[in-house]
């Protein structure tokens, strides 16, 4: 099977798409660069609906047997051959989505949810473009997807044939493998399963993401289905891997690696700094506690981790503890292991930037970032396996000060914020991303949206075992948050998703039909009339209120809650801390889907951090003056640095 790579991503870590022609995969297909005459081909007519119709329930039953569950479907005249195998399909379920950018996101919250590949649908034309978000979202986040394009056939490509685009390559170096094998024909059935086959391998590869098939289909596009050709004597080759997911890397460092990567870990003070792809399993976060108990090493862990859980060596407020100067000078590492993605913080990412110290990287999916150009190395590996392989060896770990140190300042921390956030009934936007995170019931979902509620659940959240947190950080968008939730929740898990109200008016065609859908999720929407990151940014200081509000707040002056129920879904508004946890409680109660909006203000929520940072500075001096009366300190004095203890 010939393949011929486009152009290499910039991001070198992400594999470089492959490219099926036309007529490779499917023997007699028409390429679409030719401009045949379509009576020429035997299929033409009604028969050739018939092979259509047979092709495509031929690809779906092949998917279904392969382990997929589901696919998103927008509606369109030319995806109908596809579209009606997949309603067909006993094992397929089929969730219909009026807006192809809201159906794309669903999707990915599929993956997203089961590490499986979702099954993508739409019609010819711009409807295709509109998947192209959730596509860079899924490629940069390594979630599986089988994007499917209805296409115009060749004879209509580049004659100004209504609803017809080039649609060839559409989603460029974004996707794992891209296909176009022309319309069905009857002497290509034997490798019909192939190409179900292959799209699914592919996207389920190491590093798992978004393959593209374009299918072409000519009128009349109501066929009925034929014999299906039988599956293959592989016995499902590929249905192992679908069940299992997008788990990535089995392995751990080669031996060579290993042995030196021990003596550099041996008797450091080091950090582990864990991010988004660390931990798929319990028995993973197991083992990188167990890595950090041996080297006494704290675990700078956000909550999509995996990793932040109760755990002694668990670090919950890096970002808070970094800001005081001279904590952060005083506890600069010699080694870092990053583990999976970054954290949010920025001021984490810059500490460690310029600590100084030997740092490497390890990722599931080989996709390591290093943004400052820092890591010695990296590499793809299970950072599961890379952990149990360093604490099964022989090593001497930190200083036991270094550790002490790190241990006595997130206690501090940690029991700083939670009695000023346990303080006052009035909902914050802190407080709200707390009561969000603790109203999950256990096993549950808390879907989190970029901006600042992805960063006030990094800095002030503590540690919570038995939910899983998920949040769209491979692009870093606000584009598709409230469909992703959706499809998370269309597993049925009891899912709570936070968002801001921008990023919710961004989605609001999530919100159609979403009422009779029934899953179980709670919208929580932070609404403080803007954009509220904005006012943490050095904009808000250097222009004059007016041009930054009509640029960067941007208010919009919608009821985010009349906005739902306009599209039929349950709302209401609250502004304590006991009327947010109610609604939350009452609605999981209830079942269904409900949006509770959260008041707020873009200033005040400002001195609410500033105020927060400042409690847990001075708690940071009084630790230091306790432990030595004679050091004193003033927000960055006080500490002596661990190294020279």
């Known amino acids: 099977m010939?393949?011929?790579?486009?152009?290499?991503?910039?991001?070198?870590?992400?594999?470089?798409?492959?490219?099926?022609?036309?007529?490779?995969?499917?023997?007699?297909?028409?390429?679409?660069?030719?401009?045949?005459?379509?009576?020429?081909?035997?299929?033409?007519?009604?028969?050739?609906?018939?092979?259509?119709?047979?092709?495509?329930?031929?690809?779906?039953?092949?998917?279904?047997?392969?382990?997929?569950t589901d696919a998103v479907v927008s509606p369109g005249s030319r995806s109908t051959?596809?579209?009606?195998?997949?309603?067909?399909?006993?094992?397929?379920?089929?969730?219909?989505?009026?807006?192809?950018?809201?159906?794309?996101?669903?999707?990915?919250?599929?993956?997203?949810?089961?590490?499986?590949?979702?099954?993508?649908?739409?019609?010819?034309?711009?409807?295709?473009?509109?998947?192209?978000?959730?596509?860079?979202?899924?490629?940069?986040?390594?979630?599986?997807?089988?994007?499917?394009?209805?296409?115009?056939?060749?004879?209509?490509?580049g004659v100004g044939a209504p609803q017809t685009i080039d649609q060839r390559h559409l989603f460029g170096s974004a996707v794992r493998w891209y296909c176009e094998p022309g319309p069905a024909a009857a002497d290509g059935a034997p490798w019909w399963r192939d190409l179900a086959r292959d799209s699914l391998r592919r996207s389920l590869g190491t590093t798992p993401g978004p393959v593209h098939l374009n299918l072409a289909f000519r009128e009349p596009l109501v066929g009925t289905a034929g014999t299906l050709p039988p599956p293959g004597t592989d016995g499902g080759a590929g249905a192992d891997a679908t069940a299992v997911g997008a788990s990535g890397a089995a392995w751990g460092l080669v031996d060579e690696e290993l042995g030196q990567t021990l003596a550099a870990v041996s008797n450091r003070r080091g950090l582990i700094v864990a991010g988004a792809r660390t931990a798929v399993t319990a028995a993973d976060a197991d083992a990188v506690l167990a890595l950090a108990d041996t080297l006494g090493w704290p675990v700078l862990a956000d909550a999509p981790s995996g990793c932040r859980r109760t755990h002694p060596r668990v670090v919950t407020t890096a970002d808070v503890l970094l800001r005081h100067d001279g904590f952060a000078a005083a506890h600069r590492p010699e080694f870092v292991l990053r583990l999976g993605a970054l954290h949010s913080s920025r001021v984490l990412g810059e500490w460690l930037a310029r600590s100084g110290a030997v740092q490497v990287g390890i990722d599931r999916h080989g996709l390591v970032p290093d943004p400052d150009h820092v890591l010695s190395w990296s590499r793809p590996a299970d950072p599961a396996e890379v952990c149990r392989q360093l604490a099964g060896a022989?090593?001497?770990?930190?200083?036991?000060?270094?550790?002490?140190?790190?241990?006595?300042?997130?206690?501090?921390?940690?029991?700083?914020?939670?009695?000023?956030?346990?303080?006052?009934?009035?909902?914050?936007?802190?407080?709200?991303?707390?009561?969000?995170?603790?109203?999950?019931?256990?096993?549950?979902?808390?879907?989190?949206?970029?901006?600042?509620?992805?960063?006030?659940?990094?800095?002030?959240?503590?540690?919570?075992?038995?939910?899983?947190?998920?949040?769209?950080?491979?692009?870093?968008?606000?584009?598709?948050?409230?469909?992703?939730?959706v499809g998370v929740a269309l597993t049925w898990t009891p899912t709570v998703l936070l968002t801001g109200d921008v990023a919710f008016?961004?989605?609001?065609?999530?919100?159609?039909?979403?009422?009779?859908?029934?899953?179980?999720?709670?919208?929580?929407?932070?609404?403080?009339?803007?954009?509220?990151?904005?006012?943490?940014?050095?904009?808000?200081?250097?222009?004059?209120?007016?041009?930054?509000?009509?640029?960067?707040?941007?208010?919009?002056?919608?009821?985010?809650?009349?906005?739902?129920?306009?599209?039929?879904?349950?709302?209401?508004?609250?502004?304590?801390?006991?009327?947010?946890?109610?609604?939350?409680?009452?609605?999981?109660?209830?079942?269904?889907?409900?949006?509770?909006?959260?008041?707020?203000?873009?200033s005040a929520n400002v001195a609410v951090h500033r105020e927060l940072f400042s409690r847990v500075a001075v708690a940071l001096d009084e630790l230091v003056t306790a432990a030595d009366p004679a050091a004193g300190g003033v927000n960055g004095g006080g500490f002596g640095n661990v190294a020279d203890r």
């Open 81 to 157: 051959p596809l579209a009606l195998a997949l309603a067909d399909s006993a094992a397929v379920r089929v969730h219909v989505v009026h807006d192809e950018r809201s159906g794309a996101f669903t999707a990915l919250g599929l993956g997203v949810a089961t590490r499986r590949p979702a099954l993508l649908l739409c019609t010819s034309g711009t409807a295709a473009a509109n998947f192209h978000p959730a596509v860079v979202e899924a490629h940069q986040a390594a979630v599986p997807m089988v994007v499917v394009t209805a296409d115009r056939p060749p004879e209509l490509q």
């Open 394 to 485: 022989r090593t001497e770990p930190a200083p036991a000060e270094w550790t002490r140190a790190w241990a006595d300042a997130e206690a501090t921390a940690r029991r700083t914020l939670d009695e000023a956030l346990g303080a006052g009934g009035v909902a914050t936007e802190p407080t709200t991303a707390l009561d969000a995170l603790a109203a999950v019931p256990a096993d549950g979902v808390l879907v989190v949206s970029s901006s600042m509620p992805v960063r006030d659940l990094e800095w002030f959240a503590p540690a919570r075992d038995d939910v899983r947190v998920v949040a769209n950080r491979g692009a870093n968008g606000i584009d598709g948050v409230t469909s992703t939730a």
């Open 2 to 68: 010939s393949q011929s790579p486009i152009s290499q991503s910039p991001m070198s870590q992400f594999p470089t798409p492959t490219t099926e022609r036309p007529g490779t995969p499917v023997p007699g297909a028409v390429d679409p660069n030719d401009r045949a005459d379509p009576t020429a081909d035997p299929t033409a007519g009604t028969a050739a609906a018939d092979v259509a119709a047979t092709f495509c329930a031929a690809l779906v039953d092949e998917w279904g047997r392969l382990g997929v």
């Open 505 to 602: 008016l961004h989605d609001t065609n999530a919100l159609i039909g979403l009422r009779r859908r029934g899953v179980p999720l709670v919208i929580v929407v932070v609404d403080n009339d803007g954009g509220g990151i904005f006012s943490f940014l050095p904009q808000a200081d250097a222009l004059e209120p007016e041009r930054f509000e009509q640029l960067f707040g941007t208010p919009h002056g919608l009821d985010v809650a009349a906005v739902a129920e306009a599209h039929g879904v349950a709302a209401e508004r609250v502004t304590s801390r006991a009327g947010l946890r109610a609604a939350i409680n009452g609605a999981l109660t209830r079942g269904g889907v409900r949006v509770v909006a959260v008041t707020s203000d873009r």
